[in-house]
């Protein structure tokens, strides 16, 4: 299901490069659409830990929806390089995030699933406007 808000509501990205972290097909294309509602250009999505840090090394990554396990392991390694890049990053995820992550990164908002995409995409437009 695709979920957008009126023009009034709608968060605006400002044109940022959004990845998008996602192994569940469904979901990622909600998420695209989410950020292509929102004014935001996504990247991705990504399936795996591998692709995710491929798209991080070969682009631009502005801001990070992220889902902490995908099919080839923890999320982790992709978390660690958008922090250190100094990338907002929202986790979207089903399961909690393991206390060794979230001890090393406080700051990063986590939603379980489901919560709606616009969620999502506000909480990362005012990190963008910070």
Not at 18 to 35: C, K, S
Not at 57 to 86: C, F, H, R
């Amino acid at each position: 299901m695709v979920h957008t808000l009126s023009s009034r509501t709608q968060p605006d990205l400002g044109n940022a490069h959004v990845l998008v972290v996602e192994d569940e097909p469904f979901i990622a294309y909600d998420l695209v659409l989410a950020v292509e509602d929102a004014h935001g250009s996504p990247v991705g999505p990504a399936a795996t830990v591998r692709e995710a840090l491929d798209l991080i090394a070969s682009g631009e990554v502005d801001a990070a929806i992220l889902d902490m396990t995908l099919s080839d392991g923890l999320a982790g390694a992709v978390l660690e390089v958008l922090d250190g890049k100094g990338v907002p990053i929202v986790l979207h995820t089903a399961t909690p995030l393991p206390s060794t992550l979230a001890e090393r990164f406080p700051r990063v908002a986590v939603y379980p699933k489901p919560t709606a995409v616009s969620v999502l995409t506000r909480h990362l437009a005012k990190q963008l406007r910070r």
